[in-house]
């Protein structure tokens, strides 16, 4: 058995150990109304108990961490594969730290599902490891990249807590337009969670079934010579394509539910790189999405939001309050260093300037300014409770949109992350 297959061996145990972790959080919360204990005392023992389940996950994704380490000779943090499951790593990190300065169970109930979303998240791309390209050849990689995913999974850890704050103080019952407000920016938020779990679902389904749909186009270009050539471009897509990219014919496509061909073809502004395979994907991540939303509706038989808040209904407002803010608070320092300056120190390494404005760059400042915002209008103007909240929600979601968004829909000079 090689190193490689026992690292992967090893995230897999790590995974289903977080799972157990989470069910175990979950039983902790909610088991005592059928425990015989003490409420209290039924929460603390299960809650430590899931606690020690969750150390042991960790010590798991660590070991998977240095064992394809030792296998591709590199910090494996050099492709989105290996940097998502370091980010899952790192979340659970920071997890474990905020947990044991506040002793508050339901905060797994919240995070861990953070962890799984990122670890599924990176089982969609090629797993292999592979040499690192020239411009990732250099000691800031370990520097760089780990400080910014650290200082990234602090920030998930303070999303679960302004999400719970939300849950637990906003008005399902209320009629007036702010409460009516309120309740469609939590339902939005637990959409766009559903939407990326649909992603991952929807991408991990159809390519483990095999599924290929083919498409290519003849491409004349003039040489520095003057003389014309013509290559072939191809382009794969792994889930059924409702959208056909602008000029590409079709090759190859299995049958989905009747549907043999393509619904329509992207428009033809849309001529980037892979654009009507990213169209595409994002048409599916929307539509399972909205099914699973539907399907939670129907079960529950109330929005999504009234129907997870009973979780966190003893819960100190203050508390969770506090969680979320001292999460970032914890994270932003860190992220400063690897996502700005270190990030500028390398660049002017490898490209010869510190600055530039590809679309990683912009949207890491993007977000290292939203965050300042925030800790300003926390401690400057006092803003605490929802407004901190919705901040530190919306925050994540800036981190999630610079992760996913950038690295696989907008070219630059970090697209070699979305490989």
Not at 75 to 104: D, K, Q
Not at 148 to 159: I, L
Request: proline share 5%; net charge positive.
């Amino acid at each position: 058995m090689n190193v490689n297959s026992v690292s992967s061996t090893f995230l897999l145990i790590a995974f289903f150990v977080y799972l157990l972790a989470f069910l175990l959080f979950v039983l902790s919360i909610t088991g005592k109304k059928w425990s015989n204990r003490d409420p209290e005392t039924h929460t603390k023992r299960w809650g430590f108990v899931a606690f020690l389940a969750s150390v042991a996950g960790f010590a798991c994704h660590v070991t998977f961490f240095f064992t394809r380490w030792a296998e591709g000779g590199h910090i494996p943090t050099s492709n989105m594969y290996e940097f998502m499951t370091f980010l899952g790593m790192m979340i659970m990190f920071a997890f474990l730290i905020v947990y044991l300065i506040y002793r508050t169970p339901v905060l797994g109930v919240f995070a861990l599902p953070i962890g799984f979303i990122i670890i599924a998240y990176a089982s969609v791309f090629p797993s292999e490891v592979q040499p690192l390209i020239p411009a990732l050849q250099s000691y800031w990689l370990k520097i760089h990249v780990t400080t910014a995913a650290t200082g990234e999974a602090f920030f998930g850890v303070g999303f679960a807590g302004g999400l719970m704050y939300l849950l637990r103080a906003v008005d399902y019952n209320g009629t007036t337009k702010p409460n009516k407000r309120e309740q469609r920016g939590l339902e939005f938020t637990l959409l766009f969670i559903l939407i990326l779990v649909g992603f991952i679902g929807s991408i991990f389904a159809f390519n483990g079934s095999g599924y290929k749909a083919a498409f290519t186009k003849q491409v004349t270009q003039t040489d520095a010579q003057g003389q014309q050539q013509t290559t072939t471009q191809d382009e794969t897509y792994v889930l059924p394509p409702i959208v056909q990219p602008h000029g590409m014919q079709l090759v190859e496509m299995k049958p989905f539910l009747g549907m043999k061909q393509p619904l329509f073809t992207a428009p033809s502004w849309m001529e980037g790189a892979s654009a009507g395979r990213k169209l595409n994907t994002v048409i599916w991540s929307v539509l399972t999405g909205l099914i699973l939303y539907g399907l939670a509706r129907l079960v529950s038989r109330k929005p999504l939001g009234a129907a997870i808040s009973p979780v966190v209904k003893g819960m100190d407002p203050e508390d969770l309050d506090e969680i979320s803010y001292r999460a970032i608070a914890i994270g932003y320092p860190i992220f400063t260093l690897g996502a700005l300056i270190f990030a500028m120190i390398w660049a002017q390494e490898a490209w010869g300037r510190f600055w530039g404005w590809d679309p990683k760059e912009v949207w890491a400042l993007i977000t290292w300014l939203f965050y300042a915002v925030f800790l300003h209008l926390r401690l400057s103007r006092g803003w605490q409770g929802k407004r901190s909240a919705w901040l530190s929600v919306i925050g994540f979601i800036v981190v999630m949109f610079t992760l996913v968004g950038v690295n696989l829909v907008i070219a630059g000079l970090h697209s070699y992350a979305g490989v």
